[in-house]
Every structure is written in structure tokens, then in C-alpha cells.
């Protein structure tokens, strides 16, 4: 076990330190001189070689590449991100203010679909028939649709039309709502897709088959061996869509002018604005990894056979 | 598949019918052909110009002269619609492509290769596809400007890793097996036996991975046009006419009701064009 979680920490690692040399090559190859820009901030319209050269050695830009990805990593590990070129504020800053509002808004979509999205599955593959009909057509629809323009007719319809919700979300119960509706339709809809794969799948092994032969109700076949062995896979994807959604919700987000971490990323690539798109790119990926390592380690602990062939598969 | 006993709920006539066809991937197909066809064919048929505005004549219901309406600045919308058509389908086709062909000389090369080479490979794709890809690509854009040309790269830098992973198991699978010991045998170079013999047995997977991934690239690129980060906004784009819709949405939900039907409709198409295919590839799989 201790090997299993440390070869996983490990593999994290080095999918951070990927993530890493992207931003920072990103970083390097963004159009524009960054000590061009300094200078000017500080001199005026008119600046010199001279000044710009100056810059350059304070900013440490004239080093050898590696010193200045050590000294970017050593600042990014300290979480200081630069600061916006659009508000002059720093990133760290710009990025914590906006955090709690994209998480709340990924952990109430995660609970809503998973609260819908696991029963329904299960459903659809225990009964097949027309309900099952019914769900998979819904789920394919569901995952069919651009999610800005069902945030544009749920705005329509709720809003506009019945004026139930505000069209704007503001960081609230309230306002919550209908991002929260819409982004769960979706993560709904693939939810159901992998539980009744995998459902349908665990029902056809041997155990299934002897817990038949031994009487059992066809309920408790289905609850106790079926569903308790089809949790892994679930597990995987609802950890997968909440880091997702951290700030994938983006879209969701902007339509809504909900004050995220995703609108702040949108805002900031269509500014051009490199260090918070920066900024977003990183929170974005950590986040991803470190919820993955973490649903990696506790599908280990579930379910025993995945450990060893985890390092072969992986 | 439907099973057994589904199938004998249905009525004779479509029993027959489905023998006579013996698979639902020819409906999905001649569907997704006709999708094909009015995006290649109908801005030549239907001739308005997508671009010409009449500040006269705006939010105009269905007619003669245009069938759909206008929208907020007088223009048509079929036009329009038709236009964008072809423009996503076209983007989409070439992100697929790109990404086939570079996950494919990735995938390939680390599987003949193999060694440390294979294990560097398949490592990095590995980082890539733990990275979320959306926001890595609306990464690109922000640092490279937006655009077309960026939203297209930008996808296919994010969508190659996922090519390549597949690509990589599927020839190091294909290549143990006796057909390509008995090209060897008789004397075939690498080159050849890659050419000729491992490229028409793996086209099958390769065309169903393809498939698989249209329907999101569709969904990406309208999404991140409707943001404002892909084409800009005199080009007839779908997702760009959501976003430009939306000021008078609240009136006129036409607008918007429609560029949006038209990407839910072509990715339903092709999703389930996708999954027939898929099932046709390996019928043997549960659904």
C-alpha cells in the first residue's frame, strides 16, 4: 500500500513538473517583451535601449534560460504569480478572491448529479427496457447540447420569461441555481453514461450469476453485488468532473457573469492578460492532478486488484 | 444491439426491415452524409450573401426571400447557418486530422522504436492527457491571440495526446501478430510493412477513434468561438451567433434558438453516427 501511494505521489510530481515547463514555455514564447513593457510603464512613451537593457538585468531576463525557469519556479512555488497587466493587481490575489465561488459552485453540481446521475444509471441498467430508453436518449441529448446555450434558454425561460432567478448569478443560494442546474444536466448525463456501462458490465460476471443462483431478489443482486463492485469506475469520474469543473465551468460561468475563477481565465485570454491566463492555466491543471492522485489513492483503498496493476497500466 | 428479446417485441415489418439493412450505421451514416452534403453544397445553392446587412429589416419572421428570418443587423439566416455549417465542419475536419496524423507518427514511432524512447513518449502523453485540456487550450489562445488559425491549433495541441495513447497500443498490439511475422519472413523493410500491411488493418480503429472525438471538436470550437476567442464576429460561425444573439435574446430567441439547434442537431448525428460505428468495428461489445 505505501508503495502503491507513493508511486502514484510520484507520478503526480511529475506530471506537475509538465505542467510546469508548459506555463513557463508558454510564458517565454507570449508575443512581447516583457522588460519593453516595464520600461515603458516607468519611463513614459519614449524609452531607451539603454532602459529596456536595464530592465532586463533587474528582471533577471538576460540569465541562462535554466536560472530563470529556477528562479520562475522558485516564485510560483511561493504562489507569486505576477501581476495582472490589465488590473495591476497581483494574480495570487486576483485568483484567491474568486476560488471559493467556483468551489462551491463545482461541489453543489458534483452533488446534484451524483445524487441523480448514480440512481438513474443504476436504473437504466438494471431494468433495460423503455426506462432505459428513456435515460439514454436523455443523456445523449444532454451531452449533445453547447452548455452556453442551455445557460442561454435556461436564462430565457427562468429569467426572462417565468422571472423566477436572476439572469446574472451573484456567489449566493440564489444565484447559484441556475449555473448549478445547468452544469449538473451535463455532468448528469455522462455520470449515467459510465454507471450504467459499468453496471451492466458487473452484472454480467460469475459472482452476480451465483448470487442469482443462491435466491437472492433480483433489489439486492443488484445493490449489494452489482452496484458495491461498479463504484471504482463512478468514483473516478465524479473526482474527474469536480476538478474539471473547478474551472472548466468557464463557459457556464461566463454566460452567467458568475464570479469565478473560469470568467476571470476567459476574461483574461481574451485581454490577452499572459500572467493571470498563466495563473488559471496552473490552478486548473494542480487542481486536476492533485484531486486525481487523491480518487486514484482511494480507489486503491476500495478495491484491492487495481493496486499492482496500476504501476503496469498507468 | 438491441437484444433478443427486444427484438422480438417489434413489429414484422420492421424486423424485415432491419435484416434488409442489417446495421443502424448505414441510417446514421446517410444522415451524417446529407449534414455533409447541405454544409458542402448549400452556400452554393442558397446564394445570400451571409454578410449583407438591411438595418430596415430586422428580426424579420420567415418568408420568401428569407426562409429562416433575419437576425439583429438584417441578415439571413439561412445564409448564415449554411455558412457556419461548413465552417465548423471544415475546422473540426481539420483538427481531427491534424491530430490523427500527429498522434499517429507519435504513437507508431514510439511502438516500432520502443526502448527508452517509447518509455519518454509514453510518459509525456501520459502528463498531457492529466492536464485539463479546455483550459490549456484557452491558455494557448490567451497567450497567442485569438483567432481561427489559434483556436485550430490550440485544439489540436490539446486533442494529439489522446491519438497517440490509443495509437501506441493499438500497433504495438497489431505488430505481434502473425501477419506481420510473415511480411517480415518474406522480406519486407519497416517502411512497407507499416504502408501495407499495418495501415489498412488498423484504419478501422483509427476512423472510429476519429469519429469518436467529432462531436466534441464541434462542441469546443463553438464554444470558444461563442466567447470570443475563435473567429471573429462578421463571419458566419455558429457559436458566434449564439454570442451575438444573446443582446436581443430576450425578444427575439430565434436568434439564438436556432445556431444552436443546428450544433446540438449535427452532434446528436454524429455521436450516433459514432457509436454505430464503433459497434460495427467490435460487435462483440456490450452496450
Not at chain 1, 514564447?29 to 530592465?55: F, K, L
Not at chain 1, 463492485?229 to 474551472?247: C, H, Q
Not at chain 2, 448525428?269 to 457509436?275: G, I, P, Q, T, Y
Request: net charge positive; charged share 15%; with cysteine.
Amino acid at each position: 500500500m505505501v508503495r502503491f501511494v507513493g508511486s502514484r505521489v510520484l507520478q503526480a510530481a511529475g506530471v506537475l513538473v509538465l505542467v510546469s515547463l508548459i506555463a513557463f514555455s508558454l510564458l517565454k514564447v507570449a508575443p512581447g517583451d516583457p522588460a519593453q513593457r516595464i520600461a515603458a510603464e516607468r519611463g513614459g512613451e519614449i524609452v531607451s535601449s539603454r532602459e529596456v537593457e536595464a530592465v532586463r538585468g533587474e528582471l533577471g531576463l538576460d540569465r541562462p534560460i535554466w536560472e530563470q525557469y529556477a528562479a520562475w519556479l522558485s516564485d510560483t512555488l511561493r504562489l507569486n504569480l505576477g501581476t495582472s497587466y490589465v488590473s495591476r493587481e497581483p494574480v495570487a490575489k486576483l485568483i484567491r478572491e474568486r476560488f471559493p465561488a467556483s468551489f462551491a459552485l463545482a461541489a453543489a453540481t458534483v452533488a446534484i448529479s451524483t445524487a441523480l446521475g448514480v440512481p438513474l444509471g443504476v436504473l437504466a441498467a438494471a431494468r433495460r427496457g423503455p426506462l432505459d430508453t428513456a435515460v439514454r436518449t436523455l443523456s445523449l441529448i444532454l451531452a449533445s447540447m453547447p452548455s452556453f446555450w442551455l445557460s442561454l434558454l435556461a436564462i430565457w425561460l427562468f429569467a426572462a420569461e417565468l422571472r423566477w432567478l436572476p439572469a446574472i448569478a451573484d456567489f449566493s443560494p440564489r444565484g447559484l441555481i441556475l449555473p448549478v442546474a445547468v452544469l449538473a444536466l451535463r455532468t448528469m448525463a455522462l455520470l449515467i453514461r459510465v454507471t450504467r456501462a459499468t453496471v451492466i458490465e458487473t452484472l454480467a460476471m460469475p459472482h452476480v450469476m451465483v448470487a442469482r443462483g443462491r435466491g437472492l431478489p433480483e433489489r439486492l443482486v443488484v445493490v449489494r453485488h452489482a452496484v458495491r463492485n461498479a463504484l471504482v469506475p463512478v468514483i473516478t469520474v465524479i473526482g474527474l468532473d469536480f476538478a474539471t469543473l473547478l474551472a472548466g465551468a468557464a463557459v457556464v460561468e461566463w454566460v452567467f457573469a458568475y464570479p469565478g475563477v473560469g470568467r476571470l481565465g476567459v476574461q483574461a485570454a481574451l485581454n490577452g492578460d499572459v500572467p493571470v491566463v498563466l495563473g488559471f492555466v496552473l490552478l486548473a491543471s494542480v487542481a486536476l492532478v492533485v484531486v486525481n492522485t487523491v480518487v486514484d489513492i482511494l480507489c486503491g483503498l476500495l478495491d484491492p486488484t487495481i493496486r499492482p496493476a496500476r504501476t503496469v497500466t498507468a | 444491439m438491441i437484444s433478443g428479446a427486444a427484438g422480438r417485441r417489434r413489429p414484422v415489418a420492421l424486423r424485415l426491415f432491419r435484416r434488409r439493412w442489417p446495421h443502424p450505421l448505414y441510417w446514421w451514416a446517410a444522415i451524417l452524409a446529407l449534414v455533409l452534403l447541405g454544409a458542402a453544397l448549400g452556400p452554393e445553392l442558397w446564394t445570400t450573401d451571409p454578410n449583407r446587412t438591411n438595418l430596415l429589416n430586422r428580426f424579420a419572421g420567415p418568408s420568401f426571400e428569407h426562409p429562416l428570418g433575419t437576425d439583429g443587423f438584417g441578415r439571413d439566416l439561412l445564409a448564415r447557418l449554411l455558412r457556419g455549417a461548413r465552417l465548423s465542419l471544415v475546422s473540426a475536419a481539420i483538427v481531427i486530422v491534424c491530430s490523427t496524423l500527429l498522434g499517429l507518427v507519435v504513437g507508431s514511432l514510439a511502438a516500432v522504436v520502443g526502448g527508452i524512447i517509447d518509455t519518454l513518449a509514453a510518459r509525456l502523453v501520459d502528463g498531457l492527457l492529466a492536464l485539463p485540456a479546455l483550459v490549456v487550450a484557452l491558455g494557448l489562445i490567451g497567450v497567442f491571440g485569438t483567432g481561427w488559425t489559434t483556436l485550430v491549433f490550440a485544439l489540436t495541441a490539446t486533442g494529439w495526446p489522446w491519438y497517440a495513447r490509443i495509437y501506441r497500443s493499438l500497433v504495438i498490439a497489431e505488430r505481434q501478430k502473425p501477419y506481420v511475422t510473415a511480411a517480415r519472413a518474406i522480406g519486407a523493410g519497416t517502411l512497407r510493412i507499416a504502408v501495407r500491411h499495418l495501415g489498412p488493418n488498423i484504419a478501422g480503429p483509427v476512423a472510429v477513434v476519429a469519429a469518436t472525438d467529432l462531436g466534441a471538436t464541434i462542441l469546443g470550437l463553438a464554444a470558444f468561438s461563442f466567447l470570443g476567442l475563435g473567429v471573429a464576429p462578421p463571419t458566419p460561425e455558429w457559436g458566434a451567433m449564439v454570442a451575438e444573439g444573446r443582446q436581443h435574446f430576450q425578444s427575439h430567441p430565434w436568434v439564438i434558438v436556432a445556431p444552436g439547434l443546428a450544433i446540438t442537431v449535427t452532434v446528436i448525428v454524429v455521436n450516433l453516427f459514432s457509436d454505430a460505428l464503433r459497434d460495427a468495428a467490435d460487435p462483440f461489445r456490450r452496450r
